[in-house]
């Protein structure tokens, strides 16, 4: 089956502009977690959804992240005036019940902030 | 935050050889799980372990962990060109019920033909 996809594979921004990066996982699953990959910090953890609970937003860097998930698939991590330290790889991965489920990774958005 | 440390940064062997990367972490932890990552993109989970188990295989992966000393090993056997990827290990915390990972910075392998 289809794995999880992301779009779009690269985003060239320029400082202060939004960007919108989108994440499909795969059908069935009901947990989504977003990661971002940077040279100077690794890779960190963003966010989490399960189902219709409320989010884990815990990782999110600033209040310029934002991220949904909407009818419990698609979902959209939004970054409000885009920084030059925003520039990373986004990482999205859905597994099938949360818990500690085995994470399938998307092939990630890489963003680069001029 | 980087939960723990990987040993060595990179690492280079000849086809046939065994690797072997060692991954450190500081805090208690439910699981820990090892992926493989090519080209900066994507990651793919090879094998997690529990807290409570010590050694676990799958095909030519083993995996060892030390809760006592906090660490784990990964040790891939018979490598390949094909296994030349960067590799990290993940571990989920305590006291977490779902799979946040806290990600180590990774051992960057090349497998030479």
């Known amino acids: 089956g289809a794995g999880v996809s992301q779009s779009p594979s690269n985003k060239v921004t320029e400082k202060g502009k939004d960007v919108e990066l989108r994440c499909d996982p795969i059908s069935g699953h009901t947990a989504l977690y977003w990661y971002r990959q940077s040279l100077g910090q690794g890779l960190e953890f963003l966010i989490y959804f399960q189902g219709n609970s409320a989010p884990d937003k815990s990782g999110l860097p600033s209040d310029r992240f934002s991220a949904e998930r909407t009818g419990g698939s698609v979902s959209t991590l939004t970054i409000q005036r885009t920084q030059q330290e925003d520039s990373a790889v986004y990482l999205c991965?859905?597994?099938?019940?949360?818990?500690?489920?085995?994470?399938?990774f998307g092939p990630g958005t890489r963003l680069t902030v001029l | 935050s980087q939960q723990g440390e990987e040993d060595p940064q990179a690492l280079s062997i000849q086809e046939g050889e065994n690797a072997t990367m060692n991954c450190s972490y500081k805090t208690s932890i439910n699981n820990l799980q090892w992926y493989r990552q090519n080209s900066g993109r994507g990651l793919v989970h090879l094998i997690l372990?529990?807290?409570?188990?010590r050694e676990k295989h799958s095909g030519r992966l083993r995996v060892t962990l030390d809760t006592s000393k906090k660490s784990s090993s990964l040790l891939i056997t018979a490598s390949r060109a094909a296994d030349t990827a960067s590799y990290f290990c993940a571990s989920v915390l305590g006291g977490t019920s779902y799979g946040k990972l806290t990600f180590g910075q990774g051992t960057i392998l090349t497998v030479h033909p």
């Open positions: 372990i529990r807290s409570n188990e």
């Open positions: 991965a859905s597994s099938s019940s949360g818990g500690w489920d085995t994470q399938y």
